[in-house]
């Protein structure tokens, strides 16, 4: 079970590292980009959200298991 917490903390601290390198590179564009999103319509945010969440169980599932 340790290890599973060791994974899940490592996938985190690798998520924080990616969604800060846009932020870091164009912080003018990522503004831009927050302030598109602001003025969004929620309907079409958690259709972007459902997006990334299926594409991401998709691409996990593609790589298989963790543990061989």
Same mark, same amino acid.
């Given at each position: 079970?340790?290890?599973l917490w060791l994974e899940l903390?490592?996938?985190?601290?690798?998520l924080l590292v &990616?969604?800060?390198i846009?932020?870091? @590179?164009?912080?003018?564009?990522?503004r831009k980009?927050?302030?598109?999103?602001v003025h969004t319509d929620p309907r079409t945010l958690r259709a &972007?959200?459902?997006l990334s969440m299926l @594409?991401?169980?998709?691409g996990i599932s593609l790589l298989g298991p963790a543990i061989p």
């Open positions: 079970m340790d290890s903390g490592r996938a985190f601290c690798l &990616i969604e800060g846009i932020p870091f @590179l164009y912080p003018t564009r990522w980009l927050l302030e598109l999103a &972007i959200g459902l @594409l991401g169980v998709a």
